[in-house]
């Protein structure tokens, strides 16, 4: 048994303990991204202290304590979200989970959005944010409202409700769901204070989705339908609908989305891998597939969907559809609509964190600058959680959430897979060692 004395003791060196202060990182002689405007500040240092960032200044000396890392020819910014992630649920082991949550951070996402929630994750959003596991925070959905999962309105009033109650962060959208059934979703959500996101189901539409005022619209779900016009049902998010869009109509569109504050997360690559000229062999050829879980009967079905579009539409034709699709986005994007970074992974070839990297490269293929791409995955997920205070950009008194390249993101997008190091919460990690566990 301890004695009185002892136990004094030891609470005096735990007394000690907790009375440290919190580590001191120096990012030194480093270019940052800063994002709050398009350029790069150099010959900075960038002191964090905990969790924060405490000063960003030309050519700071370091305090005496600190861990040094040289930023000599390394570009700083500020870390990635992924606004459309999807995480295992069900009955997959803790080990899937915690590994998926790995592969996001290591390609420098401090923040996801889980787009199919389960009651599992509500427990893993609170490991996420407490450190217990290495990983982004997660903002999560509930299991998704859907023709099956919601049939009828009372049906959609009850998820609704328990959704609120249970603690989830807002509602995901299916396709299936009645015009009924989604009014009275809408409803109760509204009553509940409870936002909803996700696709634009057929009976529904687009303008009956913009009128309800969806937080997000995903995938651009609806808007290819909406220049078609007519009945005809879609096939993949209006492939075989492109050829008959007026165009004419997008302004009008455009103009609603602006004034109904909906969100943009186009998933365009999503689009590019499954209806774009690279083969199915060719997409299983990339270097980050080696990081796929998915099991060889999953990938068989991308593989046959891919086939199966392309032997039902011309290359022209799914040619035209991505090039209708880059328009939009770029109507949308002009006139100020908020656009966020998300590609659904891990779908089709879009390897967790990964393919966030491949979304940008899409985004500025259909016209935004790198500047305006980044922003995408930054400064505006911090304006659509009500963070800008806290996150988005390089400044002092912000998270240290960071990401290090050994390239100008600014110069060629492609240049924020050049990673060298992730910063989460004020604790940094090379990549290299982030992915050497998985």
Not at 262 to 273: A, S
Not at 389 to 410: C, F, M, Q, S, Y
Request: charged share 20%.
């Amino acid at each position: 048994m301890k004695t009185f004395g002892a136990v004094c003791a030891a609470a005096c060196v735990l007394g000690l303990a907790s009375a440290q202060p919190p580590a001191i990182t120096a990012f030194t002689n480093i270019s940052i991204v800063p994002m709050d405007r398009a350029g790069i500040s150099s010959g900075m240092t960038v002191i964090v202290q905990g969790d924060r960032i405490t000063s960003v200044r030309a050519g700071e000396k370091p305090p005496a304590r600190a861990t040094i890392i040289d930023g000599t020819g390394r570009f700083l910014m500020p870390a990635l979200a992924e606004m459309h992630a999807h995480v295992p649920g069900g009955n997959a082991p803790d080990a899937a989970i915690e590994r998926v949550m790995a592969l996001y951070a290591a390609n420098g996402l401090a923040t996801i959005r889980g787009m199919l929630g389960h009651p599992r994750h509500l427990e893993l959003r609170e490991k996420l944010r407490n450190g217990d596991i290495l990983g982004p925070e997660l903002f999560t959905s509930g299991p998704s409202f859907s023709g099956q999962s919601a049939p009828a309105p009372a049906a959609a009033v009850q998820m609704v409700q328990a959704q609120k109650q249970a603690g989830y962060d807002f509602l995901k959208i299916h396709p299936g769901l009645s015009r009924a059934t989604f009014d009275a979703l809408a409803e109760a959500a509204t009553a509940a204070g409870m936002t909803f996101s996700g696709h634009v189901p057929a009976d529904v539409g687009l303008a009956r989705a913009l009128e309800a005022k969806y937080r997000t619209i995903d995938h651009l779900d609806g808007y290819v339908e909406a220049l078609a016009g007519g009945n005809a049902p879609s096939d993949f998010f209006g492939v075989n609908l492109a050829k008959a869009a007026d165009e004419s109509k997008l302004p009008d569109l455009v103009g609603r989305t602006k004034a109904a504050g909906t969100w943009m997360v186009p998933t365009q690559n999503l689009m590019e891998n499954v209806v774009g000229d690279a083969s199915a062999e060719a997409l299983k050829q990339r270097p980050e597939m080696q990081y796929e879980a998915a099991p060889a009967e999953v990938i068989g079905k991308w593989t046959a969907l891919k086939e199966q579009l392309a032997a039902k539409y011309s290359a022209e034709e799914r040619r035209h559809f991505i090039s209708l699709r880059r328009r939009i986005i770029m109507a949308l994007h002009n006139a100020g609509v908020p656009f966020l970074l998300g590609v659904d992974a891990p779908q089709m070839w879009n390897v967790p964190g990964f393919s966030t990297h491949r979304e940008l490269q899409s985004l500025v293929a259909a016209g935004l600058t790198p500047f305006q791409a980044l922003q995408t995955g930054t400064v505006n997920v911090a304006r659509f959680f009500g963070r800008e205070d806290t996150a988005g950009t390089i400044a002092a008194g912000k998270t240290a959430d960071l990401l290090l390249l050994d390239a100008n993101p600014l110069t060629d997008i492609a240049n924020t897979s050049k990673i060298r190091g992730i910063m989460l919460k004020g604790r940094y990690y090379t990549q290299a060692e982030l992915l050497a566990k998985h």
